[in-house]
């Protein structure tokens, strides 16, 4: 008998051979139905869902699970001016005497105009050490006591990032190359030492309120897009204690500069790491360039405001490309972040050589963000099987205005996020939430991809790559499985596939002419290999809370977290 029928729904299944349905079956973990609610079979458990929308589960390609909200730290989310991040760290200083460091999360760029932000900014605010990353986690700010507990002030460095200086060498208190420096072995070890916020046991706790988040948003899979060896561990006790919820995919990061000794290091860990049907190693995350706001990602052509520099690769050219081709031959699959559009060709240089010189097919590598695209460029996604893994949330104009669109200039921001051009020339688009880049919740993606806007519906921006909502779903489903070779049993509901799926609270295809009226809906219930991980209607007041933290974290309060919500409920 079947195990468990969801009927009286708009069934959305990504089969060409059966698009819509009204019922879907699930039994031992897989689909064995789907169909008109008339000829649907008898059931263990019935689920009338009176009308709403059933599609595959969410794969999120890109969200950092490792990265999370900290309890012990300070949301900057929605702080846009410097008086209101001074007011929310000192805060946190007053309400906890007993924290060494004070930390903060998630500050914009923009808070200071014509500059970076720096030490002096956050004179009086505490006398103990405050370290905050920004939004994007490429860059920290620190105040002169963390200035001087870390040596920094007396002309040191760290392992975790390039500290900025003025022209007399003095630390600004601002530290670039941040992420792609503290995930290193070197830098991972010194970050633990450094700064409570990253000891393993305040990784696990975030990674666990992540997973949380993540199952309540409908996303049964999320690729965690740079593990480093020495976190594999924490994935693993997750594993171990059955605290993932949803399926993991985790990306291992290799360091620009590793060599041959550390590839191989990564090779035997993922032949070794145990099967597990929720848990996978095996795609790698490298880095192209770094990122347009601090003008470090690699440009073709000058920033617009900063004449006769066009920022960096991570590495000499040439360089990317025999790692990349030595990671492919090694039967790697290559997840490679690029912002700019001159790391973006980069990437698909080194792709392309791969291929070519290793004689390699279907290897299905990915560029991540691809937020600059030069149009010499753009055919050649479709061409190489390139997946452009793309946050639909990272163009709304309530994230870029200001820097990202001053550094890069109006002549390029035709350039701007093309999700509509690369799925017209037939690339795979892979849509993501790049938490906590960005909001974790999809239908916040959903609206973002369908209005270019900020999320007060205010400012359209390059509304000529705007896509409908069934590209959109597809992008964060369909396109997501052919990403990571999972299309056969996964992103499709048809009979034999596996039992992942999401039951949204209305028919979301109602609402597409408003896409406002997404940012109202929720996923109702969340289905893993068979098994129902979440059910709103089943705890209604912690769902509608959560959904406020998936949407909008940090909106209403100076921390939002799904432990925090938990406290608030219980």
């Known amino acids: 008998m079947t195990d468990l029928l969801l ?39 019935t689920r009338a869902l009176r009308g709403g929308l059933v599609t595959p589960g969410i794969i999120d390609s890109h969200n950092h699970l490792l990265l999370g909200f900290d309890e012990d730290a300070v949301s900057l989310e ?39 932000p720096d030490a002096a900014d956050l004179t009086g605010v505490t006398d103990r050490p405050v370290f905050v990353t920004t939004y994007d986690q490429h860059s920290v700010w620190l105040n002169d006591a963390a200035l001087r507990v870390l040596g920094i002030a007396d002309g040191g460095t760290v392992a975790w990032g390039v500290p900025e200086r003025d022209r007399e060498g003095r630390a600004t208190g601002w530290i670039t190359d941040f992420y792609t420096s503290a995930m290193t072995t070197a830098g991972l070890a010194a970050i633990r030492r450094d700064i409570p916020l990253y000891s393993p046991e305040r990784r696990y706790r975030r990674m666990l309120s992540s997973l949380r988040m993540a199952t309540a948003a409908g996303i049964t899979t999320a690729v965690e897009p740079q593990v480093p060896l020495a976190e594999m561990e924490l994935l693993l006790r997750a594993r171990d204690e059955g605290r993932l919820s949803s399926r993991v995919i985790a990306a291992l990061f290799h360091p620009i500069d590793a060599d ?3 590839r191989s290091r990564l090779r035997e860990a993922v032949d070794s790491a145990p099967e597990d049907r929720r848990l996978r190693f095996g795609p790698l995350k490298l880095y192209a360039d770094d990122v347009i706001e601090p ?26 490309t025999r790692i990349v081709t030595e990671l492919d031959a090694m039967g790697f699959q290559t997840h490679t972040h690029a912002t700019g559009d001159g790391g973006v060709r980069l990437a698909l240089d080194a792709i392309e050589h791969a291929a070519r010189v290793n004689g390699t097919r279907d290897r299905r590598h990915g560029i991540v963000h691809v937020e600059c695209l030069d149009p010499a460029d753009l055919p050649r996604f479709a061409r190489l099987g390139v997946t452009a893994a793309m946050q639909p949330r990272h163009c709304s104009p309530d994230l870029v ?30 849509l993501s939430s790049d938490w906590q880049v960005g909001e974790m919740d999809p239908l916040v993606g959903f ?27 597809r992008g964060y489903t369909r396109e997501g499985a052919w990403a990571w070779h999972a299309e056969d049993a996964f992103g499709v509901l048809r009979v034999g596939a596996a039992a992942d799926l999401v039951a949204w609270s209305d ?38 809370v959560l959904h406020l933290a998936l949407s909008h974290p940090g909106e209403n309060s100076p921390h939002c977290s799904a432990d925090a919500v938990g406290e608030r409920i219980h």
């Open 260 to 262: 041959a000794a550390f």
């Open 78 to 116: 929605g702080a846009e001016t410097l008086d209101e991040v001074r007011r929310r760290l000192a805060a946190l200083a007053d309400a906890r005497p007993d924290l060494d460091w004070i930390c903060g999360e998630n500050a914009v760029y923009s808070i200071v105009s014509d500059r970076r």
């Open 507 to 544: 028919n979301l295809y109602d609402h597409e002419s408003d896409p406002a009226a997404l940012l109202d809906q929720r996923a109702d219930l969340t289905v893993v290999a068979g098994e129902v991980v979440h059910d709103a209607d089943r705890a209604p007041a912690a769902s509608s």
């Open 7 to 45: 009927t009286d729904a708009v069934v959305r299944t990504f089969d060409p051979v059966q698009p819509w349905a009204e019922a879907i079956g699930i039994t031992d973990g897989r689909i064995s139905y789907v169909g008109s609610a008339a000829d649907a079979p008898r059931a263990k458990e």
């Open 401 to 430: 205005a200001g820097t990202w669109m001053q550094n890069v200039g109006e002549q390029r921001w035709d350039r701007a996020w093309r999700i509509r051009s690369l799925m017209a020339s037939g690339a795979h688009v892979a």
């Open 447 to 473: 609206y973002s991809a369908l209005t270019r806007a900020g999320l007060d519906g205010t400012e359209a921006w390059t509304p000529a790559e705007r896509i409908g909502l069934d590209d959109a779903i």
């Open 295 to 320: 003008h470090t990602a690699w440009m073709l052509d000058d920033y617009a405001n900063r004449p006769g520099h066009r920022g960096h690769p991570s590495a000499a050219v040439g360089e990317l």
